[in-house]
C-alpha cells in the first residue's frame, strides 16, 4: 500500500542582503527594532495580585517540560500524547478553578478511538473543557488512472502513474469512469461576467482545467487585484480545512471530478519534481513515532472530507495525451 504523508509547511525568515551600486554593501537589520521600550511599569492590581503572584518561571518551566515530552508524540491529532496532553490540560484547568463550558462530558476516547462517532453524552453530564470535532482519518491509499479512446470497434488504452504523471487528493474509495472536457481555467465569476462553464455540459463528466487564473503577469488583469487575487492566488494553493473555489465551482455545476493542470511549465512544475522537493528530510536515529505520517482531514456537515469529488493533479505531457 503506498501512504500519504502529511506535509509540514514550516516559514523560514531568511536575511536580506541589499546590494546598493556597485559598493556589494550588506545592510543589516537593527535587532533594537523588535523590542519594545517600557517607560516604568505598573503594580498589578489588588484583585489580581494573587493569580499574578502564583505565576512563576520554576512552574512554567515544569509545565513545558511534561507537555513538550517526546511521551507526547509532538501532540499529533488523534495520537495517545495528543489525549493524554489534553487530559493533562484539563486536569490543571479544573485545579486552578476554571470554569468548563466546553461540550458535555463524555465517555473517555482517545487515540485512533478519535476517529470514530463519539458516543452520545448521557443526558445528565455537565460540561467538559473540550470541544468535540470530528475527523477521518485516511489509513492507506492507491490509485491508478488509465485513458480510453474508442471509434467503432477499435479501441486503444494508456495507463498514467501516480506521482509521475498525477496526483490524487480524493479523500474517498471511488471507482469512476467518465469523458473528459475541457473548461479553460474552470472559474465562474458574475461580478466580471467570466464563466469557463458557459454552454458546457460538464454533468457526470471530468473537466480538464488549468490552474490558476487569466492573466497572472498582467498587474491589470481583474483577477491580480484584490479578494480575486486572494482567491485564486492563495498563499497555499490548496488550502486545508476550505475547498478549493475552482473544485467547488465544478462541484457545483455537476462534474465528476476535477483534472488540473499546471497553466505554466517551468522545471519545479512536473508532479515527479515537486512530489520529490514534498519530501521532508527526517532524522531517523530516534523517530518519535515510527512509520509513515498520519492523513487525517476535517469532516464538512455532509460527514465528508473538505472535497467531495476526486481533485487530480496531472502533469502537461498527461493533459496532452488526453486532449490530443
Same mark, same amino acid.
Given at each position: 500500500?503506498?501512504?500519504?504523508?502529511?506535509?509540514?509547511?514550516?516559514?523560514?525568515?531568511?536575511?536580506?542582503?541589499?546590494?546598493?551600486?556597485?559598493? =556589494?554593501?550588506?545592510? &543589516?537589520?537593527?535587532?533594537?527594532?523588535?523590542? +519594545? *521600550?517600557?517607560?516604568?511599569? /505598573?503594580? #498589578?492590581?489588588?484583585?489580581?495580585?494573587?493569580?499574578?503572584?502564583?505565576?512563576?518561571?520554576?512552574?512554567?518551566?515544569?509545565?513545558?517540560?511534561?507537555?513538550?515530552?517526546?511521551?507526547?508524540?509532538?501532540?499529533?491529532?488523534?495520537?495517545?500524547?495528543?489525549?493524554?496532553?489534553?487530559?493533562?490540560?484539563?486536569?490543571?484547568?479544573?485545579?486552578?478553578?476554571?470554569?468548563?463550558?466546553?461540550?458535555?462530558?463524555?465517555?473517555?476516547?482517545?487515540?485512533?478511538?478519535?476517529?470514530?462517532?463519539?458516543?452520545?453524552?448521557?443526558?445528565?453530564?455537565?460540561?467538559?473543557?473540550?470541544?468535540?470535532?470530528?475527523?477521518?482519518?485516511?489509513?492507506?491509499?492507491?490509485?491508478?488512472?488509465?485513458?480510453?479512446?474508442?471509434?467503432?470497434?477499435?479501441?486503444?488504452?494508456?495507463?498514467?502513474?501516480? =506521482?509521475?504523471?498525477? &496526483?490524487?487528493?480524493?479523500?474517498?474509495?471511488? +471507482? *469512476?469512469?467518465?469523458?473528459? /472536457?475541457? #473548461?479553460?481555467?474552470?472559474?465562474?465569476?458574475?461580478?466580471?461576467?467570466?464563466?469557463?462553464?458557459?454552454?458546457?455540459?460538464?454533468?457526470?463528466?471530468?473537466?480538464?482545467?488549468?490552474?490558476?487564473?487569466?492573466?497572472?503577469?498582467?498587474?491589470?488583469?481583474?483577477?491580480?487585484?484584490?479578494?480575486?487575487?486572494?482567491?485564486?492566488?492563495?498563499?497555499?494553493?490548496?488550502?486545508?480545512?476550505?475547498?478549493?473555489?475552482?473544485?467547488?465551482?465544478?462541484?457545483?455545476?455537476?462534474?465528476?471530478?476535477?483534472?488540473?493542470?499546471?497553466?505554466?511549465?517551468?522545471?519545479?512544475?512536473?508532479?515527479?519534481?515537486?512530489?520529490?522537493?514534498?519530501?521532508?528530510?527526517?532524522?531517523?536515529?530516534?523517530?518519535?513515532?515510527?512509520?509513515?505520517?498520519?492523513?487525517?482531514?476535517?469532516?464538512?456537515?455532509?460527514?465528508?472530507?473538505?472535497?467531495?469529488?476526486?481533485?487530480?493533479?496531472?502533469?502537461?505531457?498527461?493533459?496532452?495525451?488526453?486532449?490530443?
Amino acid at each position: 500500500m503506498k501512504k500519504i504523508v502529511i506535509l509540514a509547511c514550516v516559514l523560514c525568515l531568511l536575511p536580506l542582503t541589499v546590494l546598493v551600486g556597485q559598493q =556589494n554593501q550588506e545592510q &543589516t537589520a537593527d535587532p533594537l527594532k523588535n523590542f +519594545s *521600550l517600557v517607560d516604568e511599569t /505598573v503594580p #498589578v492590581p489588588e484583585n489580581v495580585q494573587v493569580g499574578f503572584s502564583s505565576i512563576t518561571g520554576k512552574d512554567a518551566v515544569a509545565y513545558l517540560k511534561f507537555i513538550s515530552d517526546d511521551l507526547m508524540e509532538g501532540r499529533e491529532t488523534a495520537s495517545d500524547g495528543y489525549s493524554i496532553a489534553a487530559l493533562y490540560a484539563a486536569t490543571m484547568f479544573e485545579l486552578w478553578g476554571v470554569k468548563p463550558l466546553g461540550d458535555p462530558e463524555r465517555p473517555a476516547i482517545g487515540g485512533r478511538m478519535m476517529m470514530m462517532p463519539p458516543p452520545a453524552a448521557p443526558s445528565n453530564s455537565k460540561k467538559s473543557y473540550f470541544q468535540n470535532i470530528p475527523f477521518k482519518e485516511i489509513l492507506s491509499s492507491e490509485s491508478s488512472v488509465k485513458a480510453v479512446w474508442k471509434k467503432g470497434d477499435l479501441s486503444r488504452s494508456i495507463a498514467f502513474h501516480e =506521482n509521475e504523471d498525477y &496526483t490524487y487528493y480524493a479523500s474517498d474509495t471511488q +471507482s *469512476l469512469t467518465a469523458p473528459v /472536457v475541457f #473548461v479553460g481555467y474552470g472559474i465562474q465569476e458574475p461580478s466580471l461576467k467570466f464563466d469557463d462553464y458557459k454552454n458546457i455540459d460538464v454533468k457526470g463528466k471530468f473537466v480538464l482545467m488549468l490552474s490558476e487564473a487569466p492573466g497572472k503577469d498582467n498587474p491589470e488583469s481583474p483577477f491580480n487585484k484584490g479578494d480575486l487575487k486572494e482567491k485564486y492566488y492563495p498563499p497555499r494553493r490548496f488550502r486545508r480545512g476550505g475547498t478549493d473555489p475552482k473544485v467547488k465551482a465544478a462541484m457545483d455545476s455537476g462534474a465528476a471530478g476535477v483534472l488540473m493542470v499546471q497553466n505554466e511549465e517551468t522545471s519545479s512544475s512536473s508532479i515527479a519534481a515537486r512530489t520529490l522537493s514534498s519530501q521532508r528530510a527526517v532524522n531517523d536515529e530516534r523517530p518519535i513515532i515510527p512509520g509513515d505520517r498520519r492523513r487525517i482531514s476535517h469532516l464538512d456537515s455532509s460527514g465528508r472530507g473538505s472535497d467531495s469529488i476526486p481533485s487530480i493533479q496531472i502533469s502537461r505531457k498527461m493533459a496532452d495525451t488526453l486532449l490530443g
